[in-house]
């Protein structure tokens, strides 16, 4: 665990070098698991974006966006934990996953797993980067 | 804009900004609500100006935990900038003498311009950015997009490249808008679309209401320095 006063340093001496360099992008996937040593049959992506939103929707979201706030630290948390990986982003994801689950749908164990998308020439390159250990959804 | 004025106006902004923040955090359970509900009753004391020096530093204190238990700020850029502004905010209350109070506002005013010259700087010595290629990839495949059919606009190289050129020339001249108030009128025009077209194009709204923040701090800076010294 980093402190602090380690963490407030970049604020109050910024680099301010947003969007520099376009890296490859982390995509959060899960899959439910009926038992703990079921492999994975579908892995899901994590909160995908819709295919277009409403103008009321967008101006609404200028005041309240916690989902799509919430879904750019698990971003983050992802690039961390494949630049660094710590208990901490696992953990962050990982809950995040969880509450979203329903406990009492079949398949009481989750996996996610990360998928890096970056630029091949002018394809597109998907691979995965990471896959989590097995969690257990927890009980309402 | 008087110094007061400005400072007065910087709580009030930021006050709004961490206000929308913490309320979006409320439903994060047990250990998010010890966080922020706090920080909420002391937005409420910065926002209507009771012992607002002291809300400040109580706002730039709790800071430190919301940063650790996110390991780092929670949306990038945003709460950064809303920690340099409550920082620069609690020193304009408690730096001993009036110049120490002065220097602090000024460092931030100063980081504002840093803001948008250093982001198009950095773009604008790289190539995939001057060809368009770098805007085209965000639009493609970052995880920025708000919707599938924005992914649509990396297929527009022409309007991308006018994009890119747009941003990256805005950023650039900003530090000139400080010629005359007029100019710098535009200027924080002109940024504040830009912040509004990143919340409506990626979901970037907390950059929009902290940036605003800390404009004020610029206004009292063009009118207690640039301005004496262009004559």
């Known amino acids: ?140 | 804009m008087s110094f007061e004025t400005a400072q007065r106006l910087t709580e009030i902004l930021l006050a709004l900004a961490l206000l929308q923040q913490s309320l979006e955090h409320l439903g994060g359970g047990r250990s998010a609500v010890r966080l922020f509900a706090p920080r909420i009753v002391l937005c409420l004391l910065m926002l209507f100006g009771v012992q607002s020096g002291w809300a400040v530093a109580g706002l730039a204190l709790l800071g430190l935990p919301i940063l650790v238990r996110f390991q780092g700020p929670y949306n990038g850029g945003s709460d950064r900038m809303g920690l340099l502004i409550l920082f620069c905010l609690c020193l304009t209350h408690f730096a001993p003498g009036q110049t120490g109070r002065e220097a602090a506002f000024g460092y931030l005013a100063v980081q504002l311009v840093l803001s948008y010259l250093i982001s198009g700087w950095v773009k604008i010595v790289n190539p995939d950015w001057r060809s368009g290629r770098a805007l085209r990839d965000v639009f493609r495949f970052s995880a920025y997009p708000v919707s599938e059919n924005l992914r649509a606009l990396a297929g527009c190289p022409r309007v991308v490249l006018a994009m890119s050129w747009a941003v990256m020339l805005f950023e650039i001249a900003f530090p000139a808008s400080l010629l005359n108030p007029a100019t710098l009128g535009i200027g924080l025009t002109v940024a504040a679309l830009f912040h509004l077209a990143n919340a409506v194009l990626f979901g970037l709204n907390r950059f929009f209401w902290t940036w605003l923040a800390a404009y004020p701090s610029i206004l009292w800076f063009q009118d207690r320095f640039v301005v004496p010294m262009l004559g």
């Open chain 1, 1 to 140: 665990m980093r402190s602090g006063l380690a963490l407030l340093a970049p604020a109050l001496i910024p680099s301010w070098r947003f969007f520099d360099t376009i890296a490859a992008s982390p995509r959060i996937e899960f899959a439910r698991l009926p038992s703990a040593d079921a492999p994975v049959a579908m892995w899901q992506e994590f909160r995908p974006r819709p295919r277009c939103l409403t103008l009321g929707t967008i101006l609404g979201r200028l005041f309240w966006n916690p989902v799509w706030n919430e879904t750019l630290f698990m971003t983050s948390c992802a690039e961390r934990l494949l630049d660094t990986p710590t208990p901490h982003s696992v953990e962050e994801i990982a809950t995040r996953i969880a509450a979203t689950l329903d406990p009492a749908l079949p398949g009481p164990f989750f996996r996610f797993r990360l998928i890096l998308v970056s630029r091949d020439g002018e394809a597109l390159r998907r691979e995965v980067a990471y896959v989590s250990p097995l969690r257990r959804i927890p009980a309402a």
